[in-house]
């Protein structure tokens, strides 16, 4: 109950000096595709793959006729940036009261943080799209990239019933269960030698059905010892399933019974940084209790515009911006189980 009259009167209030975060959940994804970002450039990406073999090699003697015609064999996928904007507004008079002997919380830190983690959050989810959201300038998710035509018919410009190589590979789990079988054929089909996937990440409920159907001595040991740390079960904070070195890895925005593959040497965010501005990221120390004080979050993905005042109101405003574009060189490299249900 509220404490008497004479104890508010005379002892003043402690306010603790952050923010508990209740709404924000896992994003692991977002984290894993913007850690190692390359740089746009240019109006449009063009990037040129080979989807047939020439013509044919024959076997001859003597004076046999040799083939002396040539087909087309590449094409060209063509991508664009997209942008988003995330603002961070604040009145004057509140700015104005926060800036005393009794500030415990900085007003305008913890509101830039908070509106980057919010950010990051929204982001997350357009991850997860097909890249359709706002008449198309939404960036490209995973829907969109692991699809075999269902979602999304084109791909980088181009008809994927045309181009086999832009289908990814999509398997539904048998009754609903998924096995070790099911995710091995899985990674067979988009598998070649030295080229495999190496991420593989799903839902919390799958990942838990994954748990489960791994040996009991594996289920206790999810450290990966190789020297490659960026490949540590625990690297990010985090504690992944590891089955014949693959890292299986769970986020709360993958679709419920949905596991995707990723061969990350040919998906990755292509950044485009803002004409003005400062890089600023989602990590912080005034909100907590949430996944962004993981250093997987460190990367600066945003570009701050800097403070714009109102001509009319005494507010400031401002955003944070993220240009680029998720881009896939090889969709058949990558796949998906889906309509897990148990195992």
């Known amino acids: 109950m509220p404490p008497s009259l004479d104890i508010t009167t005379t002892t003043n209030q402690w306010l603790a000096p952050a923010w508990v975060d209740q709404v924000l959940r896992d994003n692991r994804f977002f984290g894993e595709i913007l850690k190692k970002t390359k740089k746009w450039d240019g109006a449009q990406m063009v990037f040129p793959f080979k989807y047939q073999k020439g013509?044919?090699?024959?076997?001859?003697?003597?004076?046999?006729?040799?083939?002396?015609?040539?087909?087309?064999?590449?094409t060209n996928m063509i991508f664009f940036p997209t942008f988003t904007a995330t603002n961070v507004a604040l009145a004057g008079s509140s700015l104005s009261v926060n800036k005393t002997p009794m500030q415990t919380i900085d007003l305008m830190k913890?509101?830039?943080?908070?509106?980057?983690?919010?950010a990051s959050d929204d982001i997350g989810n357009f991850f997860?799209?097909?890249?359709?959201?706002?008449?198309g300038k939404a960036p490209?998710?995973?829907?969109?990239i692991i699809d075999n035509g269902s979602d999304l018919a084109s791909y980088g410009g181009l008809s994927r019933a045309t181009y086999p190589g832009l289908n990814a590979t999509i398997n539904a789990a048998s009754?609903?269960?998924?096995?070790?079988?099911?995710?091995?054929?899985?990674?067979?089909?988009?598998?070649?030698?030295?080229?495999?996937p190496d991420i593989t990440i799903t839902d919390y409920?799958?990942?838990?059905?994954?748990?489960?159907?791994?040996?009991?001595f594996q289920r206790n040991t999810y450290t990966d010892f190789s020297p490659n740390k960026e490949n540590s079960a625990s690297a990010a904070g985090y504690r992944d399933l590891i089955w014949d070195g693959m890292v299986i890895m769970r986020d709360k925005k993958i679709p419920t019974g949905t596991i995707y593959m990723i061969n990350t040497d040919v998906t990755n965010f292509y950044a485009l940084k803002w004409y003005e501005g400062t890089a600023v990221s989602a990590k912080?120390?005034?909100?907590?209790?949430?996944?962004?004080?993981?250093?997987?979050y460190t990367p600066s993905v945003f570009t701050w515009t800097g403070w714009i005042h109102?001509?009319?109101?005494?507010?400031?405003?401002?955003?944070?911006?993220?240009?680029?574009?998720?881009?896939?060189?090889?969709?058949?490299?990558?796949?998906?189980?889906t309509g897990v249900t148990g195992n």
Do not use: H, K
């Not at 013509?55 to 590449?74: E, K, S």
């Not at 009319?312 to 896939?328: D, E, K, P, S, V």
């Open 128 to 135: 997860q799209g097909d890249g359709t959201a706002y008449d």
């Open 140 to 144: 490209m998710g995973l829907a969109g």
């Open 175 to 196: 009754n609903g269960a998924i096995s070790l079988l099911q995710l091995r054929q899985l990674w067979n089909g988009i598998s070649d030698g030295p080229i495999v």
């Open 55 to 74: 013509v044919a090699t024959v076997a001859f003697n003597g004076f046999d006729l040799l083939p002396i015609t040539q087909v087309q064999t590449a």
């Open 205 to 216: 409920n799958t990942w838990s059905y994954i748990e489960q159907i791994l040996v009991a």
């Open 110 to 118: 913890v509101t830039m943080e908070a509106r980057a983690q919010d």
């Open 284 to 296: 912080g120390s005034l909100v907590e209790e949430n996944v962004y004080e993981d250093s997987i």
């Open 310 to 337: 109102a001509y009319n109101q005494a507010t400031i405003n401002g955003f944070m911006i993220l240009g680029g574009q998720i881009i896939c060189l090889a969709p058949f490299r990558n796949g998906a189980i």
